[in-house]
């Protein structure tokens, strides 16, 4: 066991508004039992959206309709955005069909595959917010901590190449997400009718008797786990502020390496904000991950910094005190040392596509999905096909990491009947659109999410029609770079691992950055700040011709941009700005 040489501390300071809101909340009760059956308003107040955030949901408003309700002397069209927790990216057919149901009877009828691999429904009223909390809960589904400053829902591997380890793994991460869930009770109160224990005691910001591992002030700000199995990066592992690697052996799991600090928000302008990539710290084996995820977690609750939410994350928290502090305070808070890290590899951060065969005469179908919006159009109707495969799947939904769906577990009779559905539809072939297509991600930004600066889910789309022209002209439609939009930099698209990204400045601008590894093992780094799209493609068309014709066997563009000087590499997070 190391010991700790370092007297670790928290940041100094008045408290940030949002650790009052936590202790004064009883517990995340607040007052939103009473505001939700409030009339007057479709919304709510502050503090208690801040509450709702760990009860799986924000308070947001449609901005397309902003001026016009204003002229009309309206309050803004709040509606509700809800997030599913879903360990690892798993759905029943029968759970799909409720989603499905709930986003039609109470959502905008649209559903949105998410990069933490769950659902998420937008355009609920608030009168209609207990009715779908139920109905997801009635198919065994929750929304407990989807949000919030807890551990958010814990990503793994949906499709990987080791297929007969997968459901092991996924079974590690499904008890990482339900263990790691607060353990007070005001969720079920508020939305499933549970009576309140009587004498419910007043909060003691030092006393974690209720909430024996967040404590009655929770975590400085949210905290995310993901699970990969190599080669396959396809969770961004190093995005994470805990990832757990899978490390296989003559076919059998022996345990996990250990990654710790990644996090790729920040603030435009801001440089003590940036981006980070989580380091490996050593290995445990699969009984262990609990204890090192408990451990890593009250560190950052007592060490994180809770008067600047911007530098609250843990990556922070990691950079202030040291990576090897960081490390010797976990194995004493264990009482053992982690073991030295076992070799892996990974090679890629994408997904597979079409069909894929995996264990037990078992098939895996990965359809693209645009943005990751389920919906029907005119000449495209996603949402009415995949509802007719979930009315005769046997097998189970995957969500993935890069916002597509897997079809997954069919059986070799089932699986002409899902083809057939798959072909009456038209649903999209991955082979007929361009590598940078399919490696695409996109932030839902406008018009419903606050923060948005730029558009991203609605633009990316015809933005890459553009590009497409540029790919086709140079002879790299099948090549796979990765594209990521996101509307602002708090980076829900994780588009600092993007080889090409945008991130949104003002409307129609955009921060463009390059150099990001294929493989999501290193950063890229701004190329151009506050650009148009005139401007975008006419960069893009000197850097993909110049790949084209310069490139070395087998290189990625990211590693191009880098090997000839059109941007430096990012080691790490504290250079990410120069």
């Given at each position: 066991?190391?010991?700790?040489?370092?007297?670790l501390?928290?940041p100094e300071?008045?408290?940030?508004?949002v650790?009052?809101?936590?202790?004064?909340?009883n517990?995340?009760r607040g007052?939103?039992k009473e505001?939700?059956?409030?009339r007057?308003?479709?919304g709510i107040s502050?503090d208690?959206?801040?509450?709702?955030k760990?009860?799986g949901?924000?308070?947001?408003?449609?901005?397309?309709?902003?001026?016009?309700?204003l002229?009309?002397?309206?309050?803004p069209?709040?509606?509700?955005m809800?997030?599913?927790?879903?360990p690892?990216g798993i759905?029943?057919?029968?759970q799909?069909l409720v989603?499905d149901?709930l986003?039609?009877k109470?959502?905008?009828?649209t559903?949105k595959?998410t990069t933490?691999m769950?659902?998420?429904?937008?355009?609920?009223?608030?009168?209609?917010m207990k009715?779908?909390?139920q109905g997801?809960?009635?198919?065994?589904?929750?929304?407990?901590?989807?949000?919030g400053?807890v551990n958010?829902?814990v990503m793994?591997?949906?499709n990987p190449?080791?297929?007969?380890?997968?459901?092991?793994?996924?079974?590690?991460?499904?008890?990482?997400?339900?263990?790691?869930?607060?353990?007070?009770?005001a969720?079920?109160e508020i939305w499933?009718?549970?009576e309140?224990?009587a004498?419910?005691?007043?909060?003691d910001?030092n006393?974690?008797e209720?909430e024996?591992?967040?404590?009655?002030l929770?975590?400085p700000?949210k905290?995310k786990?993901?699970?990969?199995?190599?080669?396959?990066?396809?969770?961004?592992?190093?995005?994470?502020d805990?990832?757990?690697?899978?490390?296989?052996?003559?076919?059998?799991?022996v345990?996990?390496n250990?990654?710790?600090?990644?996090?790729?928000?920040?603030?435009?302008?801001d440089e003590?904000?940036?981006?980070?990539?989580?380091?490996?710290i050593?290995?445990?084996?699969?009984?262990?991950?609990y204890?090192v995820?408990?451990?890593?977690i009250?560190?950052?609750?007592d060490y994180?910094?809770?008067?600047v939410?911007k530098?609250?994350?843990f990556?922070?928290?990691?950079?202030r005190?040291?990576?090897?502090?960081?490390k010797?305070?976990?194995?004493?808070?264990?009482?053992?040392s982690?073991?030295e890290?076992?070799?892996?590899t990974?090679d890629n951060?994408?997904?597979r596509?079409g069909?894929?065969?995996?264990?037990?005469?078992?098939w895996h179908f990965?359809l693209?999905?645009?943005?990751?919006?389920i919906?029907?159009?005119?000449?495209?109707?996603?949402m009415?096909?995949?509802?007719?495969?979930?009315g005769i799947?046997?097998?189970?939904?995957?969500?993935t990491?890069n916002?597509n769906?897997?079809?997954?577990n069919?059986?070799?009779?089932?699986?002409?009947?899902i083809?057939d559905?798959i072909e009456?539809?038209g649903l999209?072939d991955?082979e007929?659109i361009?590598g940078?297509?399919?490696?695409?991600?996109?932030?839902?930004a406008l018009?419903?999410c606050?923060?948005a600066m730029a558009e991203a889910?609605?633009?990316l789309?015809?933005l890459i029609?553009k590009?497409d022209?540029?790919?086709?002209?140079?002879?790299?439609?099948?090549?796979?770079?990765?594209?990521?939009m996101?509307?602002?930099?708090?980076?829900?698209?994780?588009?600092s691992?993007g080889?090409?990204?945008?991130?949104g400045?003002?409307?129609g601008?955009y921060n463009m950055?390059l150099g990001?590894?294929?493989d999501?093992s290193?950063?890229?780094k701004?190329?151009r700040e506050?650009i148009?799209?005139?401007?975008?493609l006419r960069?893009?068309g000197?850097?993909l011709?110049?790949?084209?014709k310069?490139?070395e066997?087998?290189?990625h563009?990211g590693?191009?941009?880098?090997?000839?000087?059109?941007?430096?590499?990012?080691t790490?997070?504290?250079?990410?700005?120069?």
């Amino acid at each position: 066991m190391a010991d700790s040489k370092v007297e670790l501390k928290a940041p100094e300071g008045k408290p940030d508004d949002v650790e009052r809101i936590k202790r004064e909340s009883n517990y995340l009760r607040g007052s939103l039992k009473e505001s939700m059956l409030e009339r007057i308003s479709a919304g709510i107040s502050d503090d208690d959206n801040r509450l709702m955030k760990f009860h799986g949901s924000y308070l947001q408003d449609d901005r397309d309709l902003r001026l016009e309700r204003l002229k009309q002397k309206l309050e803004p069209a709040y509606q509700f955005m809800l997030r599913v927790r879903l360990p690892g990216g798993i759905s029943t057919p029968e759970q799909w069909l409720v989603m499905d149901d709930l986003a039609t009877k109470y959502g905008n009828g649209t559903l949105k595959l998410t990069t933490r691999m769950t659902f998420q429904m937008h355009g609920i009223l608030k009168w209609n917010m207990k009715n779908t909390m139920q109905g997801i809960n009635n198919a065994l589904m929750d929304t407990i901590a989807a949000c919030g400053d807890v551990n958010r829902n814990v990503m793994c591997n949906p499709n990987p190449y080791q297929s007969e380890i997968h459901g092991e793994v996924y079974e590690w991460a499904k008890k990482l997400s339900d263990d790691l869930l607060p353990k007070t009770r005001a969720y079920h109160e508020i939305w499933l009718d549970e009576e309140q224990v009587a004498g419910t005691p007043q909060v003691d910001p030092n006393e974690h008797e209720a909430e024996p591992m967040y404590g009655a002030l929770y975590l400085p700000r949210k905290f995310k786990i993901g699970v990969a199995i190599p080669p396959s990066n396809d969770v961004d592992i190093y995005s994470q502020d805990l990832g757990f690697i899978a490390v296989v052996e003559n076919d059998k799991l022996v345990g996990f390496n250990v990654a710790i600090g990644g996090g790729l928000g920040m603030s435009h302008g801001d440089e003590s904000t940036y981006p980070q990539l989580a380091k490996v710290i050593g290995f445990c084996k699969p009984e262990q991950i609990y204890d090192v995820a408990y451990q890593i977690i009250t560190i950052q609750r007592d060490y994180g910094n809770r008067s600047v939410r911007k530098n609250a994350r843990f990556k922070y928290t990691v950079d202030r005190l040291g990576l090897e502090n960081v490390k010797a305070e976990l194995e004493n808070r264990l009482g053992w040392s982690l073991e030295e890290t076992r070799e892996f590899t990974f090679d890629n951060n994408g997904d597979r596509y079409g069909w894929v065969k995996g264990v037990k005469g078992k098939w895996h179908f990965t359809l693209f999905v645009e943005g990751g919006r389920i919906v029907d159009t005119e000449n495209y109707k996603l949402m009415t096909a995949l509802r007719e495969i979930a009315g005769i799947h046997k097998g189970d939904f995957r969500l993935t990491a890069n916002q597509n769906v897997i079809i997954a577990n069919v059986s070799s009779q089932k699986k002409k009947h899902i083809n057939d559905l798959i072909e009456k539809y038209g649903l999209i072939d991955s082979e007929k659109i361009s590598g940078l297509r399919r490696s695409s991600m996109a932030c839902v930004a406008l018009p419903t999410c606050g923060l948005a600066m730029a558009e991203a889910e609605r633009y990316l789309p015809t933005l890459i029609d553009k590009i497409d022209e540029i790919v086709d002209a140079n002879g790299l439609r099948n090549e796979e770079i990765t594209i990521r939009m996101t509307g602002c930099p708090n980076s829900c698209g994780r588009p600092s691992l993007g080889e090409i990204a945008f991130i949104g400045k003002a409307p129609g601008k955009y921060n463009m950055y390059l150099g990001a590894a294929h493989d999501g093992s290193r950063l890229n780094k701004m190329y151009r700040e506050n650009i148009g799209e005139a401007e975008i493609l006419r960069e893009l068309g000197g850097l993909l011709s110049s790949y084209a014709k310069e490139r070395e066997n087998g290189e990625h563009f990211g590693d191009f941009v880098i090997r000839t000087g059109v941007v430096k590499a990012t080691t790490d997070g504290t250079n990410f700005h120069s």
